[in-house]
């Protein structure tokens, strides 16, 4: 006898979980997405994710995104670049990418305008936010957000700004973890009250494998999923 793929399994027990948690804090079932993360997973696990019906997917590296979308090509995957993103890769991602949800400084946001450009494309944005103390983390600083924004809103036509994401402190005390999701929402709350002519902060990308629940109960309306999807990874360079 087969057995089936834990993948479409876990999946499964994801979206009821998420579900669960979404209803428990005070909004439907069906609010919260779920953005596997494939970083460091060859194509066959992405098959098996979109067999549970996953389309987007989430990765770390521009390279990563090149090439799997090479190997995806007659396929629906929807690539997300949710790693840090270095400004000599924004051809990459203007080419194979539907999402980034790390755009946090001016000059990215300039180098993937003219490749969006060149390539005649647009791109969905999430201004990635530093909420964590971690020198580690990325993201742009809260005091800068509104500027930013608004700078966006002026120069950068091709990228859509839809919303914000940003990464918990690695912690082992939770509240510190939840003040981190509780921090974004706040400053998207006080954005929309600037009311930045051309920019929508709907979504709020924020949670992973460890954290999703404390992420849900903050507020996020999509978290990203990678080790309770796929299982654990190896970071051996391929």
Known sequence: MIQASPIPTRIA????????LARAAGRPAG???????SKTFGVDAIQEAMAAGMRRFGENKAQDIRDKSGQLADSSVQWVMIGHLQTNKARDIARHAHEIQSLDRQALAEALERRLQLEGRSLDALVQVKTSPEPSKFGLDPAELEDFLSFLARETPSLRVQGLMTM???????QAVRAC????????????QKAIPGITLERLSMGMSGDYDLAIAEGST??????AIFGGRSYTST
């Open 13 to 20: 027990q994801l979206r009821t979980r998420i579900d669960e």
């Open 31 to 37: 609010s919260v997405a779920l953005l596997p993360v």
């Open 168 to 174: 918990a402190v690695n912690d082992s005390d939770r």
């Open 181 to 192: 999701f509780r921090r974004l929402r706040e400053l998207r709350d006080a954005m929309l």
């Open 222 to 227: 999509e978290v990203r999923i990678g080790s």
